[in-house]
């Protein structure tokens, strides 16, 4: 049974930075596309950033490029999206994804499984 397990998220003000943490199991993670992804209230859920954990390759989505890190520990297969300059507008429920099953590796609808979430809150 797959499980993604989000944490690290919090409240903190603008500017400050956070590091979410996804722990996986369940499923073969050395050869999958794994994710990033968010919702704000009354918003759809949206890409951050997608990483291929077979090679490292990166993808980040242009709303938070600069400022947003994907990378990912086999050793311990656990997925990280380390967030700096963080804004008020970053605020948003974060979910990590795996599974991957189609093209659009920022497209929410290409993964098959799903974390909880871990809510990010940024003040002014």
């Known amino acids: 049974q797959v499980q993604l397990v989000e944490s690290g998220g919090g409240s903190v003000q603008a500017g400050g930075s956070l590091r979410l943490s996804c722990a996986a199991s369940?499923?073969?993670?050395?050869?999958?596309?794994m994710g990033w992804f968010r919702q704000a209230p009354g918003k759809g859920r949206e890409g951050v950033a997608a990483?291929?954990?077979?090679?490292?390759?990166?993808y980040v989505a242009a709303s938070v490029k600069g400022r947003a890190t994907i990378s990912q520990d086999n050793a311990k297969n656990t997925l990280y999206l380390q967030m700096n300059s963080l804004k008020p507008e970053d605020t948003a429920m974060y979910y990590c994804?795996?599974?991957?099953?189609?093209?659009?590796?920022?497209?929410?609808?290409?993964?098959?499984?799903w974390g909880q979430g871990t809510q990010v809150t940024v003040s002014s």
């Open positions: 994804a795996a599974g991957y099953g189609g093209s659009g590796f920022l497209d929410p609808g290409q993964y098959n499984y």
């Open positions: 369940g499923y073969t993670y050395r050869s999958d596309y």
């Open positions: 990483i291929y954990t077979g090679g490292g390759i990166t």
